[in-house]
């Protein structure tokens, strides 16, 4: 799977940024998908799943805040975060595959992420 993740940035807290994900390599509309971010010193986590039914799994830090959404027709994943903390600096990275992957993040391959920065 080839992983290309876009859209970040520097914003001030209380703003917004769009992510995209372009997927290539596997049979995107089959599989769930998800955001995960990375913040320095700090494990991977996920931030976004999304079933291949439209169910959705956000933990309580963005839950309200981030939306993640899927163009299948396009194999791309996209996470809409507004009113953006200082907390939510990280790394973001996309990834796709069996939901139960999805949802704990065991992937083997990674691609080079976007960075979103949120100053005070």
């Known amino acids: 799977v080839q992983l290309q993740a876009s859209g970040g940035g520097s914003v001030q807290a209380g703003g917004s940024l769009k992510l995209s994900c372009i997927v290539s390599g596997t049979t995107f509309s089959r599989n769930g998908v998800g955001w995960y971010r990375q913040a320095p010193g700090m494990e991977r986590e996920l931030v976004a799943a999304l079933s291949t039914s439209g169910a959705t799994n956000y933990p309580d830090s963005v839950k309200g805040r981030f939306t993640i959404s899927r163009d299948n027709a396009k194999n791309t994943i996209y996470l809409q975060m507004n009113s953006l903390k200082p907390e939510d600096t990280a790394v973001y990275y996309c990834?796709?595959?069996?939901?139960?992957?999805?949802?704990?993040?065991?992937?083997?391959?990674w691609g080079q992420g976007t960075q979103v920065t949120v100053s005070s």
């Open positions: 990834n796709a595959g069996a939901i139960g992957r999805v949802v704990t993040g065991i992937f083997t391959s």
